[in-house]
Nanobody
Framework: HVHLVESGGGLVQAGDSLRLSCAAS????????MAWFRQAPGKEREFVAA????????WYADSVKGRFTVSRDNAKNTVYLLMNNLKSEDTAVYHC?????????????????WGQGTQVTVSS
């Protein structure tokens, strides 16, 4: 059974920072590309960032580039998302996801494994 559990969300003010964590179990984590998606009320799930199996390749959405940093620790089966200079537009439920097949990095449908999500709320 594959489990992804996000943590680290909360209520912050614009300009503040948060670090999200996603702990994985039940799968060969080091063989899995990991990503972060977010979903705001009334909107489709949106790609945020992704990181390849060994961390050598990283992708970001334009809206977060320069503010967010994705990283992973394969020894801990954990992927992180450091979010700096948060904006009200970043308010959403943030999900981590994993894929173990060759497929489009930025598409939610590419990912077979999903966490339950953690709420990030940024006051304006």
């Amino acid at each position: 059974h594959v489990h992804l559990v996000e943590s680290g969300g909360g209520l912050v003010q614009a300009g503040d920072s948060l670090r999200l964590s996603c702990a994985a179990s039940g799968m060969p984590f080091s063989r899995t590309t990991m990503a972060w998606f977010r979903q705001a009320p009334g909107k489709e799930r949106e790609f945020v960032a992704a990181i390849s199996r060994s961390g050598g390749n990283i992708w970001y959405a334009d809206s977060v580039k320069g503010r967010f940093t994705v990283s992973r620790d394969n020894a801990k089966n954990t992927v992180y998302l450091l979010m700096n200079n948060l904006k009200s537009e970043d308010t959403a439920v943030y999900h981590c996801a994993g894929k173990d097949v060759v497929s489009v990095i930025r598409s939610p449908s590419s990912y077979a494994y999903w966490g339950q999500g953690t709420q990030v709320t940024v006051s304006s």
